[in-house]
């Protein structure tokens, strides 16, 4: 089962990762740094059966620290 982790005030969550479309498990296609500061990484997913692609960006938490 593919999931994605993501962090939330220091704990880690798995989340399976399903087409908002179709239902489909997507599938992973990578993960790469950020061209942007207020994010660390981008993950990218498609589906198998329908095509949908979507990107999911992975906050920089050293951002958050100096915004509060």
């Known amino acids: 089962t593919l999931s994605?982790?993501?962090s939330s005030k220091n704990k880690l969550q798995v989340h399976d990762m399903k087409c908002l479309?179709?239902?489909?498990q997507m599938i992973q296609g990578g993960?790469?740094?950020?061209d942007e500061e207020e994010?660390?990484?981008v993950s990218n997913f498609s589906?198998?059966?329908c095509g949908?692609?979507?990107l999911f960006y992975f906050p920089n938490d050293e951002e958050e620290?100096?915004?509060q």
Do not use: M, V
């Open 4 to 6: 994605l982790l993501t």
């Open 21 to 24: 479309y179709c239902g489909e």
């Open 31 to 34: 993960d790469h740094d950020s």
């Open 39 to 41: 994010f660390l990484i």
């Open 47 to 49: 589906c198998p059966r």
């Open 52 to 54: 949908s692609f979507a």
């Open 65 to 67: 620290k100096t915004i």
